[in-house]
């Protein structure tokens, strides 16, 4: 916020004659262009280039009118003429917020308005707003994912459903769920609407928040920019996982090996193809064919044959490869991951005069994966302008045209190339003898895919969308306090993509099939709103009304095919008819509607008592005839304290409100459009029958698709919020706290049916309940020592608690995430906890002796009076001891929760500050209190989870008679309950962390010869992201993203958040 | 002035908002989108249709179940828990499956939740069809007679499908409003109903070959009566069935001369076809669903040609099984008393002797073993395409394996692991005749019996149904020599043999005779569990079994338990209302 400072000086006025000059109160340099008008006549004039004017033949009474777009119009009497300082129309922007269709003083706000610092956020080098945001305000909690172009979990105050939670982003007037593609340079404000008071006002779509955005706007004399930085990605490679080597995976095997015949009381039988039959496993030369050395005619080179672009399984029945061991073994990682660079450019021109505005930036954005071949780059084009036709009419457009081409991975599941990283052994090399991929071929070395491979064979593999984002507006001042403005924004866009599936040789699991395959779609959702804006102060009191009606109408469609049995793998020749085999294709198309009618009064009385109200009532094409509306009301309230003259006294208090707000708020994300009819449909794969026994065609066939529920209604949140704004001394000490309590009631909701309804989607009903509350804290500390010399230091802190309070009847819980547990599952979303907690058996030790297990034995005998009763299922020494809950037997009921990925607290601490031309920025993110589900642990601490790589925790931390303070179970030949086959506590991990998110340090050249050039600023800075993070948390990073509300933090191939070093220039003309 | 600017606005602004406001009616009415609504259905081209996705849901894929879980073979619950075979591949792979197998099957264990949904679904949809018949109208008569049996029919085999694994099951049929249905009644009154309907109603020739037939009706009548001990009331329908049923295509029940028949897609629905589930490959669906999906884990693994993944191996108990004596007949007791050579421990490349004593030739159409010519695909070479030997001995799955060349036609590459259009049978006439026998044996007639039995050992002597050696074995796809591959020697039982002479030796031959003509086929646990002999039988196999292969050990059948599977965990607290679930687990759970 710019200063509200006025300087005048006393010029004598000259009988009939004024001079002065206009300067910016910002910057103190002079304004050319200014119209100086004589108030109710039609002498006026301009100032020169120096900011200075000359007037004659005055009234010494006449007023002066100082008129220039961009900034705030003043009047001054012509006796007071001389240096007069004007106002950017932009610090007044920055007084007055945008909130829910209408705009509002800061200081009047009553509803929990969170005002984002757009420069502080801008610091961070990532094209999506949404990762810019981390930290950075009070209450919202956003977790981010290293993969480039990867959407971050963006939470508003926790968790309003089970459902999705994503907030609505109201861009320029126009409603979207989706920010990904809004270049951050384009922002110029941004607010978040937290609670009922301040959202309510979007109704039906409001109960996780809304998020107000809008972009900039041109103001007096052109002006171009260009801002840009460049930088590199520095990945953690060189065995991140901490895998054994290949000689130390071989010894593991003989541990397990002989681990599992001592149990039996058998000598172990070592007969490896790959390791031999001694009593040390011997390294091969050679892992295909199995286990030779070199010399052996088995890997005569002459032998080879494999050709990669096999199309018949004859060829590949006929394939002969030979693949060296790699005895210094494999880095996955350091294969996957390489250093990348990043950069951004951004150009803008922006101007305005009396008769509009205009603003035009493009912005490239270029970030390559560090992953191989996967890349996020984004052109962005925006175009911002009004025109003005005579004082009372007004039109305009703000429109962003995006082109996005950005590949990416899937992550957090077992099968993407990282987690593949683990997975596939060190042993393995990434080519073969001739160059081909090499792999788990011949199926004695585990079952996992060669990451490489996956990736070089996507490079063709492309995709592009694009989205024309934006609205058009016309504005009309019927009266001076009367104002109706009609908007008709949306989107349109599109997205194709295709992508090849090579045959693969090289794994245990090939793919012996070629198939190419198209997608695309397109889609057009529009919002038009009409909106009447009446505002007058009559003496002390101030009001604002504001009335209208809005549609929301969203349809597209959504098309794929495939076809197999491709000639050539040339990827200018795949197309979708040139395969010569099946062709399979589907499409689907949605289309849904909203009709709203909106009102909204603020009122205060000598901006000391503060009242506002808001309602709508949406009708939504999802919900039944007799369900279509709801109405979401909202009261809020605020009292300044400090304008009381009771406080008068307390000089130090410079400004202290309190605020108040109830209301409901609505959710109908979470409802399909089809929920309220019963349906049925056709699927190839499910309903389709050979019922003519041709075996190779399909007849048509139906099913019941859904079970409808017409019944079904908008998911109600009952929001209150109490808060305090307060200001010590000229902004020491700046504060804004919060506490609020969200009731969601009917939460929307399917439920699974049971099993006699048939595989028909259930309806879904409103049934849950569930509770958040929490505190939202912020402060800031500005200190201008001088005007060499500042520092501000803000902070936030977000923390909340939630808890289901009901599911549907007879439900007390729903599972999720079984992963490698075959139906046991990791999370329980239970009544009474918070959603996404971790579920299982509580490890409190190992069995260290036979003894222990008879022991225990006895008392289960005892505790159930079953002779036969056995303490734990699959006990056997060196394996997990599991909690029983006092009851003297470990059960089904015996498990426990085990930990939370909901994080007590989160925070943000910006350091920022200037010493002459340097300015620096620390920016500091930290979670704290939460767990995470480390499931690498499975793969890779537990021998008999599959073949693959295995970490040193199996090798040397694992449990031996001699090592019983270990790590790891005994490591064995085949799961157990007792170790691997069942959640439990070993895989829950602290997941605090505290990392430097961000470090910037720019210098600003103030030099005249710059000035000369025409370049008003000139900045350059080098940056460091993510340089440290302090954590506990042993897998690659403690931020896994990702995940729906109802079963997230599980780790397990997740893309680490990645070190960026960047130099950046900020020029501007 | 002033005055009429406001009113002129206002009244600008009302009568847009109120014309706007009845817009929105129209406004907030969308369609239904690629979804059709029961009324659009109520004709005969839409019963049909339903009729068709009632028949889709036989393959138990895309179903609200499992792929293998809730494959319509059952060769989880019918096959690997009985003996059968192992599940194969390695200990860390689809552990519940090795519970199945050792008798620890634990309700929460999700493979049962799977294939309760999957029934279910099939149920639902049949159901879907009565109801939709019921209110359609312009359909003769006749058809929708027809429309209906065929549904009912359908809904009787997915119940006797729940009945036969869980036993105790909820009954919801057409009319049934509360899905939370209890599963305190047999229902096997509603199943025969539901087959005697179908068996009267329909007529003997279908209008699509994969459609079912009086006859089908009157098979499956049968064998539910068998499974309900009503022997008599059996061999009525049987005899009926055997002497007068054609297939749908109104081919006269017969065995073909050559075993494999059955497992040929090209010879599919053949005049042995009773009842099978058709399938297909490379049908543009994009997957395999419906082509064998519920087998996709059941190929050879290591640098075999299917690539995965190693699942279903046949037991070394089994293999035995097929051991003959001088008259080519069963050693029903003492089978195991010479093993059949195997080749554990021994590589692919070393040498290997094979069993030179008698066998049945059933046994190479069966098992996948070293040395013997596993269809055209050249002879197994044992420990290369066997995942763990120790861990679930050495031998590979056959009745699910496509031939190589065809398997252009009908095998499907798509998925990871291949797909197939080889028809699932639920009953072949194979299975009628060994039925009609065990009716028969217990009402007595041992004779007519015996001739039922030595009908399916004949064909097993015929000379299509050996397997014979390749002419070269370098290329296999040359063809077959006339020399057998192995030691055969099958002869049906003599006239006036010992063993038909007394009830109690005839049954067990009849037992023993369905082991050997329908293993891998997913029968035998609920044939043993129905015969009473499951305790004794299971955990002998166990005891025998772990001597050699790793995977049962530890394994045990409880009597009064285990013959059924538990009710799964997630069902009963799903059907639960006010903390009290509609369902009652079964015994010993």
Known sequence: MLCLLFSFLFSQAQNQTVTGKVIND????????????????????VTNEDGSFTLKGLDPGATLQFTSVGFQTQEVSASRAGIISLKSSEAIMSELVVVGYATQKKRDLTGAVSVVD????????????????????????????GSPGEPAKFRIRGFGSFGTSDPLFVVDGTQTTNINDINPNDIATMQILKDAGAASIYGSRASNGVVIITTKRGRGKTRIAYDAYYGTQRPKVNNPYHLLNPQDQANLKWMALRNTAEAN????VYAD????????????????PFGKMEGDPAVDPAKYYVNPNYTDADDYNSFYQIIRANKAGTDWMGELFSPAPIQSHNLSASGGGDQGSYLFSVNYFNQQGALMNTYNKRYTVRSNSEYKFNNKVRIGENLAYSITDNPRITILDEGNPISMAYRQQPIIPVYDIKGNYAGTVGGKLGQATNPIANRQRSVNNKGMSNRLFGNVYGEVDILKSLTFRSSFGGEYYSFASRWFNWPTYENAENSQSNSYSENSGTGFNWVWSNMLTYSKSFGDHTIKVVAGLEAVNEGGTYLEANTTNYFSFDPDYTTLTTGAGAATHGSARYSRSLYSQIGRVDYNYKGRYLLGATVRRDGSSAFGPDNKYGVFPAFSAGWRLSDEAFMKSWKWLTDLKVRGSYGTMGNQANLAADNQFTTYNSDRSSSFYDINGTSNSLVLGFRQGRYGNAAAKWESQKYTNVGFDA???????????????????DMLYAPELPGTAGAASPPTVNIGKMRTSGFDLSLGSHFDVNKDFGFDITATFTTFKNKIESIADGIDYFSEESRRFNGNNIIRNEVGHSVSQFYGYKVVGFWNNQAEIDAANELARKATGDPDAVYQTEAAVGRFRYDDKGAGIVTADSRQFLGNPTPKFNYGLNLGGFWKDLDFNFFFYGVQGNQLWNQVKWWTDFYPSFAGGKSYTALYDSWTPSHMNAKAPIQENAGSFSTNTVPNSYYVESGSYLRLRNVQIGWTFNNPAIARLGISRFRLYGQAANLFTVTKYTGLDPEIGGGSNTAFGIDEGAYPVIKQFLLGVNLSF | MKHAKYLITCSLLVAASVGLDSCSKSFLEKPLLGNLTEPVLANEKGVTALLVGAYAALDGQNVGGGTWESAPTNWIYGSVAAGDAHKGSDAGDQPPINLIATGKSDPSNG????????DYEGIARCNSVLRVAGIAEGIAEETKTTLIAEARFLRAHYYFDLKKMFNMVPWVDETTTDLKAPNNVDIWPNIEADFKFAYENLSGTAPAVGRVNKWAAGAYLGKALVYEKKYSEAVTVFTDVINNGTNSKGDKYDLPARFEDNFDPAEKNNEETVFAIQMVAKAGTGDISSGNAGEMLNFPYGNSPFGCCGFYQPTLDLVNSYRTDANGLPMVDTYNSVMVNNDIGIKSNEPFTLYSGNLDPRLDWTVGRRGIPYKDWGNHPGYDWIRDQAFSGP???????????????????????????INIHVIRFADVLLLAAEAEAQGGSLTTAMAYVNRVRNRAASPQSAVYKYINDATPLAGFSTTPAANYNVKPY?????????????????????????????HRYFDLSRWGIAPTEINKFFAYEGTYVSDIRGGSFTANKNEYFPIPQNQIDLSSTGGTSTLTQNPGY
């Open chain 1, 26 to 45: 910002a910057d103190k340099k002079p304004i050319p262009g200014v119209t100086v008008t004589v108030k109710g006549t039609k002498t006026a004039t």
């Open chain 1, 118 to 145: 757009v420069t502080k956020m801008n610091k961070q080098p990532s094209p999506s707003i949404s990762d810019q945001l981390q930290g950075q305000v009070a209450g919202v909690t956003i977790t981010t994912s």
């Open chain 1, 265 to 268: 009381g058998q000598q172990p």
């Open chain 1, 273 to 288: 193809p790959i390791y031999g039959s001694g009593a040390q496993p011997v390294i091969p030369d050679y892992i295909l």
């Open chain 1, 727 to 745: 200001t010590i001394g000229n902004r020491l000490l700046e504060i804004v706290a919060d506490y609020y309590v969200r009731r969601v009631s």
């Open chain 2, 111 to 118: 493979f049962f939740n799977a294939k309760w949904r999957a």
């Open chain 2, 395 to 421: 031998y590979a799955p056959k009745k699910n394996v496509y031939w190589q060349a065809t398997q252009d036609t009908y095998s499907d590459r798509i998925s990871w692991a291949p797909g197939s259009a």
């Open chain 2, 494 to 522: 003599p006239a006036g043999s010992p063993i038909f002479a007394a009830k109690e030796t005839a049954l067990k031959a009849i037992y023993f005779e369905r082991k050997l003509e329908l293993a891998m086929e997913g």
